[in-house]
C-alpha cells in the first residue's frame, strides 16, 4: 500500500513596497549633478538618512548609482536645472522621493545646521512626511557631525509619520490620477449620449467610478467637454478577489474595457500613478 | 440619591505621570512614577506605564510622538491578546527595558507606595519584536 503524501503549500502575495530615493535639495544656481560632489556636509546628511531607513529594514534608490546611470547613458536632455532632477527621478523608477535641505547657520554663539526633510509621491505630489531638524549650537566648525545630529534628532518621528501614510494606504487605497480626454479627430464629447442607457459619457464614467474605486474614494478635480481628470483615485494594494498585488495598469485595463463595453475606442498610457484614457 | 449611583459608575483614568527626558530614535529615556505594595512592584508599575504610553498614547517631544501600536488599547490588546498577557503578566516587557533607575525615594500614597524611576528603553528591539509577532507592520506597505 502506497502512502501519498500532498503537500499544498499556500502562496501568499507579498506586497510590492514602494521605491523611496533621498534627494539633496537644490537652490537656484546649483548642479543637482555635481552638488554632492561639491558638499560632504550633503553627502553626510543624506547617508544618515538613507540609514535611518536601512535600520527599518527598508532598501532606499540610491540617487548617486541613478545619476551616474543617467550620465553613462546621456539622458539629460536639457541644461534646466528643474527639468534634470524631474529626469533623474524619471529614469529612476522611484515612488517616494524623500528632500534634504541642509542649511548651515555660523553665530558667535556657536554654529547649527537645520534640516528640512520633506517626503513626497512622485506621480501624485501627496506629501508624505515634513520634519525640520535642528542639531543645537555648538563651539564647532564640523557642520558633518551637526549635520548628521540634525538628521538623528528627527528621523525617527519622520519615519513614523510616513508610516501612518503608509498605514492609510494599506487601509484606504493608494491614489492614482485618472485623465481622460479624446482624440483630436474624435466624433465623441464628454457630453455624447452613448451605451444602453443613453447617459452622457461623463456621467457613464462617473459611475463607474462610484463602483470601481477603493471604497468608493474618488475625487473629481474637472469635467469639460473635452477633458475629465480624477485627481485622487483610491485603487487598492491587493485584487479584492484573488488577494494578488494590484497596481495602476490593472486599474487602467478595467477602464479600457469598460470603455469598450460601451463601443469606443479607448488608447491608455499609464506614467507611475497616472493613467490617461485617449479616446479615438 | 441617583448622583451618588452615577458617581460610583463613572471610571476615574489616573494620570500616567510619564515624562520624556531625552532620547534618539534607538532609545527613550522617561521619568516615571509607579505605584505599588512595596518598592520592587512600584517600580514594575513604572515600567509597564512606560509601555502602555509608547504603545497607546506616543510621547511628545520624543522621536515616538505617536502610538507604537495604536490609540485604542482595549481593541489592540484584545487583538493580540497572547503577545500583551506575555509581556506584562510575564514581565516579558523587562527584556527591553536597558536600564531602571530610581530617582526619588519610596513614599506613602492612597493605594500603597509610589516611587519615581528613570526607565531606559531599547526602541529599535521594541518595535523589532511589535513587527515580528505582527503586532505592528514592519516600515512600509
Same mark, same amino acid.
Given at each position: ?123 501624485t ?17 564640523d ?55 443613453g447617459?452622457?459619457?461623463?456621467d ?26 480624477f ?36 488608447g ?13 | ?30 521619568? /516615571?512614577?509607579g ?24 510621547l ?29 503578566d ?44 505582527? /503586532?505592528i ?5
Amino acid at each position: 500500500m502506497s502512502c501519498i503524501s500532498v503537500f499544498i503549500y499556500a502562496q501568499q502575495a507579498v506586497t510590492v513596497q514602494p521605491k523611496i530615493m533621498v534627494i539633496p535639495f537644490i537652490k537656484e544656481g546649483e548642479d543637482i549633478r555635481t552638488i554632492l560632489e561639491a558638499d560632504v556636509n550633503r553627502r553626510i546628511a543624506i547617508t544618515k538618512i538613507k540609514e535611518a531607513f536601512d535600520l527599518r529594514g527598508f532598501t532606499t534608490v540610491d540617487f548617486t548609482a541613478k545619476l551616474k546611470a543617467a550620465k553613462d547613458n546621456n539622458i539629460f536632455t536639457s541644461e534646466n536645472q528643474t527639468d534634470i532632477k524631474t529626469q533623474i527621478i524619471q529614469m529612476s523608477g522611484a515612488d517616494i522621493y524623500v528632500q534634504a535641505e541642509v542649511n548651515e547657520q555660523k553665530g558667535q554663539s556657536g554654529n547649527s545646521v537645520t534640516l528640512i526633510l520633506t517626503g513626497y509621491e512622485v506621480s501624485t505630489g501627496n506629501s508624505l512626511s515634513n520634519k525640520v531638524g535642528e542639531s543645537g549650537r555648538f563651539y564647532t566648525d564640523d557642520f558633518g557631525k551637526l549635520a548628521s545630529k540634525a538628521v538623528e534628532n528627527i528621523a525617527g518621528d519622520f519615519l513614523n509619520v510616513m508610516q501612518t501614510k503608509f498605514t492609510d494606504i494599506v487601509n484606504n487605497g493608494k491614489s492614482v490620477i485618472v485623465d481622460i480626454s479624446f482624440d483630436p479627430g474624435s466624433q465623441y464629447k464628454m457630453s455624447s449620449e452613448i451605451g444602453s442607457d443613453g447617459l452622457p459619457l461623463s456621467d457613464q464614467i462617473e459611475m463607474w467610478m462610484e463602483k470601481s474605486a477603493f471604497k468608493n474614494n474618488y475625487h473629481i478635480q474637472g469635467t469639460t467637454d473635452l477633458r475629465m481628470i480624477f485627481d485622487d483615485v483610491k485603487i487598492p494594494l491587493k485584487d479584492q478577489v484573488t488577494g494578488n498585488n494590484y497596481n495602476p495598469n490593472k486599474f487602467a485595463l478595467e477602464l479600457f474595457k469598460f470603455l469598450k463595453e460601451l463601443g469606443l475606442q479607448p488608447g491608455k498610457d499609464i506614467k507611475g500613478s497616472t493613467i490617461y484614457i485617449t479616446i479615438k | 440619591m441617583l448622583t451618588f449611583i452615577i458617581l460610583c459608575c463613572k471610571t476615574i483614568y489616573p494620570s500616567a505621570e510619564v515624562n520624556y527626558l531625552s532620547g534618539t530614535e534607538q532609545m527613550v529615556n522617561i521619568r /516615571v512614577v509607579g505605584v505599588g505594595l512595596d518598592e520592587e512592584q512600584a517600580i514594575i508599575n513604572a515600567e509597564q506605564k512606560v509601555f502602555d504610553v509608547l504603545f497607546f498614547r506616543g510621547l511628545p517631544e520624543s522621536q515616538q510622538k505617536m502610538p507604537m501600536v495604536g490609540s485604542d488599547q482595549s481593541t489592540e490588546m484584545s487583538k493580540n491578546k497572547k503577545y500583551f498577557d506575555k509581556f506584562y503578566d510575564e514581565q516579558r516587557h523587562k527584556t527591553f527595558v536597558i536600564s531602571s533607575i530610581p530617582s526619588s525615594g519610596l513614599s506613602k500614597v492612597k493605594g500603597g507606595k509610589s516611587i519615581t524611576v528613570d526607565v531606559i528603553v531599547n526602541l529599535s528591539a521594541l518595535r523589532s519584536d511589535l513587527e515580528t509577532f505582527g /503586532v505592528i507592520r514592519k516600515f512600509g506597505l
